[in-house]
């Protein structure tokens, strides 16, 4: 998450009474040394294994090493022949076992099991007869510690997600299987441990969630890797990566793969390079050189080669930890590395391409590869280069949730050519926003909308510990899942759907309804498309051209004076009305300003000011969140939007009594035979019950799609409130369209699956 940190670190006694309430473990400065020993051997967990099951070798060495994760003085590594003839090189890596349990007062501890060991973990999915040899090589030469042999046996298991060749914007198992991720982040436990993944990650199975995400970063995380020496007894230092979280990251990945769910390793955050921010962590970091490290400003660590010498070295141990486990569904090198101190996005981008080489190259099941940014439009440096496999964004503040995952989907589909899903999304940043969407409307919305744009996965919200979990709305997982749960993405090859028209239903009484236009571009750098002034044409069908480069942000004219970027909106109510313009946020660094103009600037009709009233605390103000607007007469106006003060505010944009059509959003896929759709009272946000409004109940409609074969059809119509199909009719198409009824009085949304019969 873009802003989030230790401080919204949670305890969850209340919630897991029933279970246990665990908290920080105990410490280890180091880790405990391999003893010598009276021979080297190697000793196998099994002699037979399942497809994708794992095969764990402990290597005994009678050496013992002053820091056993550095492979430049020993590097153990597995070389396993399958029988198909192909070698497959497996690193090694150094292991101490432990065991939890609970305290007295709830909270976890790990204690020490057995004598620390090197380990090769191995799975594949080639059935037959195996051999293998352990490599030990130090300062004395290259050593073979032992040799064996075991089968593969048959199983059920898919296999490794992959991203699919014949459906290039999903995912598929190695069995060919389609794999749709639908799911949370959960990417640290709080004070409770393993024991809270107990709660979460089964609940999220579930209700049919199969995808979350861990992060391995930063220095206060219970996860973390690479911890800090100078932080007392916490951690190994800077390449040495802490057993305990280890260890938690085994179980974790354990339990997910036992509950079919997939997990997006996280392997950076941007707190670790961020020296300035509200969750800087630069000043804890193991690579600062204040701290012993190799770099001497946050930056650095994408230039410095012994910066990225250290890195490999722990994507080596990634690999080596878990790099067999099918649970694995990604590495993801960064979250949100844009908003890195001193971020130079040439320069991150060549190192995403060195880090993606060298992981391809030690990574003998070629996990998928992505990474992440805070900025919603993403970075084309890094979103275009060829070695990560998907593209994610990050949303929070949206209005309209569905609107923003819509609209950024289909221009990232188009721009890139990969899968793509939301990694991250909100309402805001900040968890006490939150108590104005109880019931999780948005969360809905963001399922839903992003199940019918394109994309390879839901929108994976945000706050699983105080909001998803407290709330317990696990059941908007569970209504989705049902939704999506026979879909063969990659078999149908879904594509946007090609909707004809949709109009009212005869009988129908049509009405005026409210247009939201909600912002979804915003940039911080000079001469982006959305620091500049636009004029947009609003359709009283609700289409407005060129909204792409639409900004979220107006710009004041002090501080970035060659940012200013005035919207001009070209009108034509068909009744009176009003235009608002909604604010959701003002600048910390000196205010803003509003300035509303009707039909030329010697009528300005609005203006109003944000002043700064605290100096000394630049965080961005939100007490004039809300809605400022002028009415407007009957017929064609123009309508000028900017910000007349020092800096930016967060805007979007309202015209009620606009449209003429109805205010249906349709999201739908197809094929020649098939298709899926999504269709959303637009006013059904969370926005609108915020503001203490309810949705207008939309009278029937009718949506009309094109593109089909003729034949017979039958359609089902979901209840996307309760995961059920409603209703089921049968269609004969003649010429190529079906056309679809929605309910009457419809105030959330509905969902639809067209099938040919015959």
């Known amino acids: ?151 593969v046996q048959p199983s059920a298991h898919p296999g490794y997600v992959r991203r699919s060749t014949a459906a290039p914007h999903y995912f598929q198992f190695d069995s060919g299987a389609s794999y749709f991720a639908l799911g949370e982040n959960i990417c640290w436990p709080n004070e409770p441990g393993t024991y809270a993944y107990d709660l979460w990650l089964n609940k999220l199975a579930d209700a049919g969630g199969n995808y979350t995400r861990l992060w391995l970063d930063p220095d206060w995380n219970e996860l973390g890797l690479e911890k800090c020496t100078q932080d007392p007894g916490d951690g190994n230092g800077l390449g040495r990566y802490d057993p305990r979280a280890s260890w938690r990251v085994d179980y974790i990945l354990d339990l997910a793969r036992q509950r079919n769910v997939r997990v997006m390793l996280s392997l950076l955050s941007f707190n670790s390079v961020d020296a300035t921010g509200e969750y800087a962590s630069w000043k804890d970091s193991a690579y600062n050189r204040a701290n012993g490290g190799p770099c001497a400003q946050p930056a650095d660590f994408f230039t410095s080669p012994e910066a990225k010498r250290l890195f490999k070295r722990r994507l080596r141990y990634l690999v080596a930890r878990w790099g067999w486990s099918p649970a694995v569904l990604s590495w993801e090198f960064w979250n949100e590395v844009d908003l890195a101190t001193g971020y130079d996005s040439a320069k991150v981008a060549a190192w995403h391409g060195e880090m993606a080489d060298y992981l391809c190259a030690t990574d003998p099941w070629r996990h998928l590869i992505t990474t992440s940014l805070a900025n919603t439009d993403g970075d084309r440096a890094l979103d275009s280069l060829p070695q990560l496999d998907y593209v994610q964004s990050h949303s929070y503040g949206s209005h309209d949730v569905a609107a923003t995952i819509g609209q950024v989907t289909t221009r990232k589909l188009a721009a890139y050519d990969k899968p793509h899903y939301f990694g991250e999304f909100g309402i805001d940043v900040y968890p006490d926003s939150y108590v104005y969407d109880p019931d999780g409307i948005h969360l809905h919305n963001g399922l839903w909308s992003a199940l019918l744009s394109g994309s390879a996965g839901t929108a994976m919200t945000w706050w699983w510990d105080n909001y998803v979990e407290p709330r317990n709305l696990y059941y908007h997982f569970a209504r989705a899942a049902a939704f999506v749960g026979d879909v063969d993405w990659v078999r149908e090859n879904y594509q946007p759907a090609h909707v004809v028209s949709v109009q009212f239903a005869e009988g129908s009484t049509p009405t005026y309804s409210p ?150 959003r349709v999201m739908a896929l197809a094929t020649a035979t098939s298709a899926l759709a999504w269709m959303q009272n637009r006013e059904s946000t969370w926005w609108t019950h915020k503001l203490g409004g309810t949705p207008t109940p939309l009278p029937a409609c009718l949506v009309t799609l094109d593109g089909f074969t003729p034949g017979e059809y039958d359609l089902l119509q979901w209840d996307t409130q309760t995961g059920t199909v409603a209703q089921t009719t049968h269609l004969t198409c003649s010429d190529g369209r079906v056309v679809i009824t929605t309910p009457a009085n419809l105030v959330t949304d509905v969902a639809y699956k067209v099938r040919k019969t015959d």
């Open 515 to 664: 247009l939201s236009l909600t912002p979804v571009g915003e940039s911080w750098d000079e001469g982006a498309i959305y620091n500049q002034p636009h004029t947009y044409q609003v359709g009283n069908d609700g289409v407005v051209p060129g909204l792409e480069t639409m900004s979220a942000v107006q710009h004041g004219v002090e501080n970035h004076p060659t940012w200013h970027n005035p919207a001009t909106f070209l009108v034509n109510y068909p009744v009176a009305g009003r235009f608002e313009v909604t604010v959701n946020g003002v600048s910390g660094y000196g205010g803003a300003a509003l300035r509303i103009t009707l039909d030329g600037n010697q009528n300005q009709a609005l203006r109003v000011d944000f002043p700064d009233t605290q100096p000394d605390n630049d965080e961005t103000m939100h007490q004039y969140d809300g809605a400022y607007g002028v009415d407007v007469s009957p017929g064609a106006h123009t309508i000028v939007v900017e910000d007349p003060g020092t800096d930016w505010c967060y805007v979007s944009y309202r015209l009620t009594n606009y449209l003429t059509a109805p205010n249906l």
């Open 1 to 151: 998450m873009a802003r989030s940190g230790a401080p919204f670190i949670v305890t969850l006694a209340a919630t897991l009474a029933v279970s246990c309430t665990p908290g920080h473990a105990g410490t280890m400065r180091r880790p405990v040394r391999p003893g010598p020993s009276a021979r080297e051997s190697v000793r196998q967990s099994a002699t037979a294994v399942g497809r994708y099951e794992k095969l764990e070798l402990t290597v005994a060495l009678r050496v013992a090493y002053s820091n056993p994760f550095d492979p430049d003085q020993i590097a153990v590594e597995g070389k396993f022949i399958t029988p198909s003839d192909r070698t497959v090189v497996v690193p090694g890596f150094y292991c101490q076992g432990f065991t939890r349990s609970c305290r007295t007062d709830g909270s976890e501890t790990l204690t020490p099991a057995g004598r620390a060991a090197f380990k090769v973990r191995f799975a594949w999915g080639e059935v037959g007869e195996y051999r293998f040899a352990v490599i030990a090589r130090d300062r004395t030469g290259a050593r073979t510690v032992g040799r064996g042999g075991f089968s």
